[in-house]
């Protein structure tokens, strides 16, 4: 039986003068390269996030949440992002314009006026019967 042995080599700098360092919490050897610093593990898994992750990724979804569902680190995330502002446009043909203000606060002050006129019909006493809003709550007379 013959044994083979695995060169390793680290994935940053392809250098062979590497050593063991440790293990993962999940078992996997753990390497460090000895010029360049750099830990890997031996047999790591390349991942690669598809266009539809990536299309998810602009959705309005928490950063946590994305990285969990698509199972990336948070880490590359950020950097994911980064990019994606420093390729927007200086300009983004956005206007900014403000309502007219008058207009906005009569259909604010009419939307209030509406509000409080239901208000004032659904008013119920503590039995759950409802009773008008001004004269006697019970509907008894004097």
């Not at 790591?44 to 539809?52: D, I, K, L, N």
């Not at 959705?59 to 994606?84: A, D, F, H, T």
């Not at 809003?133 to 019970?138: K, L």
Request: charged letters at 30%.
């Amino acid at each position: 039986m013959e044994i083979s042995e695995k060169i390793i080599e680290c994935p940053s700098c392809r250098s062979r003068m590497i050593k063991k360092n440790g293990r993962w919490s999940n078992g996997k050897q753990n390497y460090r390269c000895k010029p360049y610093g750099r830990q890997f593990v031996e047999s790591s898994q390349e991942w690669h996030v598809t266009e539809s992750d990536k299309q998810s990724i602009t959705e309005r979804i928490s950063l946590n949440g994305i990285c969990r569902v698509v199972k990336i680190s948070s880490s590359w995330l950020q950097n994911y992002l980064k990019e994606l502002y420093a390729n927007l446009p200086d300009d983004l043909h956005a206007t900014v314009a403000l309502p007219d203000q008058e207009a906005w606060l009569d259909d604010r002050m009419d939307e209030e006026i509406i509000r409080l006129k239901v208000k004032k019909k659904l008013s119920f006493d503590r039995s759950g019967r409802s009773f008008q809003a001004r004269g006697n709550p019970h509907g008894r007379t004097a």
